[in-house]
């Protein structure tokens, strides 16, 4: 038997379970008759059948999986559902594999950078299976899976582990891996159905309401027009989103604990949500007036209006626009692209390296520079009142390193391959913070359109590196990771 044949023998039926979410957007185009029905069906009895041959092939594998077979079943999934989730852009809309691939990459990893031109008059149905792929890819479909494959008679501990972002992977909100998974799900639809309600409330039609409020809670930024958020130019909306945005960003254990014990406590013992909360004001505030002063906007209040909406739609990974932030002072840009880099809470749906990352890099900055200054100085790193593992502070660091080496290699084999510095740049750290927008070619006002098939493959592996944290894709491609 085949050495991975258990996890196989799981892909073949998270495939399935990725098929049947296909059921909602091929209802939608019976519904309305967008012209896409065929694609849907096509697309569904592709999927299915391939994750019951592989579910079938591999039967006898059925057993709990270890460690390295949980990584390697993270990898197949994320590189894999969207060869899949890219069927319904060939089928219907004629595009490429390439870009189909990369469109796909960028809904499950809520990215949201895209390829597409004519967002208005796509499909209805083409349009809500881009945000319902992002939407599940948010929160992560391994989450997703965990909390059902037991009842198929799968442990799903490993996954879990090697999904969970953040350095505090062994944390548990509940004894049960299960437990764990379905309690930041009903977390997650909750915020989805409040925010739903509360577009729709600010003027949104119930489609726009739906599609934007799976983009805003996944923190993705994927939206029905080509001008983003700008299209509908509501003051009202904005903060809507803003404050969704702001929700998404925090740690969802969080949300859990204190929607489980009836508590705000949790939210003040979280030691990143302060800081998160305090770096979007604060840089709020820094470009409000930065702006005012550089003539972008005409009064302060406008210039606070889309400083806010956009500080916390790029430091959170999102990436909706309301204006083209690609035509205001440079600092501006690279301060938006600066925040995406860290921002976020671990296990929020967010991306980049995560506030708690950063934190625990400053503070062991601080205790090197102490150590420096009194060698026999005993310094402890402390997060949220405890100490931090050596373990854990060396992951970090090393998570650190590759970090930047990521960003270094996508921006120079992007400008090898013909793209300008800030193009190259913005869009390799766009990608691997999986925040959509970048600067230059691929700023707000274009897409990633542009992209060459060796660029567009290049920002779909970037895409996929940031959401698995670099270490759980890079693992897999490790040749100690294949030997016995």
């Known amino acids: 038997m085949t050495r991975f044949a258990a996890v196989y023998h799981a892909f073949g039926m998270i495939v399935m379970l990725f098929g049947l979410t ?20 096509e697309a569904f009895a592709l999927t299915m ?13 059925k057993r709990d999986l270890q460690i390295r077979e949980g990584f390697l079943l ?28 990369f ?3 960028a809904g499950l990893t809520a990215t949201g950078a895209t390829v597409i031109v004519g967002l208005d008059d796509l499909p209805m149905s083409i349009n809500l299976w881009r945000h319902q792929m992002m939407w599940f890819g948010g929160m992560g479909l391994i989450v997703l899976a965990v909390a059902i494959l037991p009842m198929l008679g799968i442990g799903g501990r490993e996954m879990l582990k090697a999904e969970l972002p953040g350095p505090m992977k062994d944390s548990k909100m509940t004894p049960r891996v ?43 930024g994927f939206s029905t027009h080509d001008a983003s958020f700008g299209h509908f130019d509501s003051p009202t909306l904005e903060w809507i989103a803003v404050a969704f945005m702001v929700f998404s960003g925090i740690n969802y254990a969080t949300h859990f604990l204190a929607l489980h014990g009836r508590s705000l406590r949790p939210y003040r013992f979280d030691p990143e949500a302060p800081w998160f909360v305090g770096v979007l004001l604060g840089s709020a505030f820094l470009l409000a007036p930065y702006l005012t002063w550089e003539g972008t906007h005409g009064d302060f209040a406008t210039s606070l209006r889309h400083s806010m909406f956009h500080v916390v739609s790029i430091a959170t990974t999102t990436g909706y626009a309301t204006v083209d932030y690609g035509q205001w ?15 976020t809470s671990a296990g929020s749906t967010g991306g980049g390296i995560k506030m708690m990352r950063a934190m625990l890099l400053y503070k062991q900055v601080y205790r090197e520079l102490i150590r420096t200054m009194h060698p026999a100085a005993v310094y402890h790193v402390r997060l949220g009142g405890a100490v931090a593992p050596q373990s854990i502070l060396f992951a970090v660091l090393a998570f650190g390193f590759m970090y930047m080496v990521s960003i270094v290699s996508v921006t120079l084999l992007l400008a090898l ?29 274009g897409n990633y359109l ?26 897999v491609l490790t040749p100690a990771f294949w030997r016995r």
């Open 178 to 220: 299960a437990e764990t998974a379905k309690g930041l799900w009903l977390v997650y639809i909750g915020i989805t159905v409040l925010c739903v309600l509360a577009y729709r409330w600010g003027g949104m039609t119930w489609f726009d309401a739906v599609c934007h409020a799976f983009s805003t809670v996944s923190l993705g």
């Open 74 to 101: 993270v990898a197949l999934v994320w590189t894999g559902l969207p060869a899949f989730a890219a069927l319904p852009f060939v089928l219907q809309l004629g595009m490429s594999y390439h870009d189909a691939y």
């Open 49 to 61: 059948l391939s994750g019951a041959f592989l579910w079938y092939r591999y039967r006898r594998g």
């Open 329 to 343: 002072p440079v600092f501006a840009g690279l301060w938006l692209l600066f925040l995406g880099s860290f921002a």
């Open 103 to 105: 469109e796909a990459v």
């Open 22 to 41: 296909l059921l909602a957007p091929l209802a939608l185009s019976y519904a309305v008759n967008d012209g896409a029905q065929t694609a849907y069906d």
């Open 417 to 445: 391959t013909g793209l300008d510095a800030l193009t190259s740049f913005s869009a390799a750290v766009a990608c691997i913070n999986n925040t959509g927008p970048g600067l230059g070619g691929v700023g707000p006002a």
């Open 450 to 475: 542009l992209l060459n098939d060796f660029q567009t493959w290049l920002c779909s592996f970037a895409m996929l590196l940031g959401r698995l944290e670099i270490f759980t894709l890079l693992v």
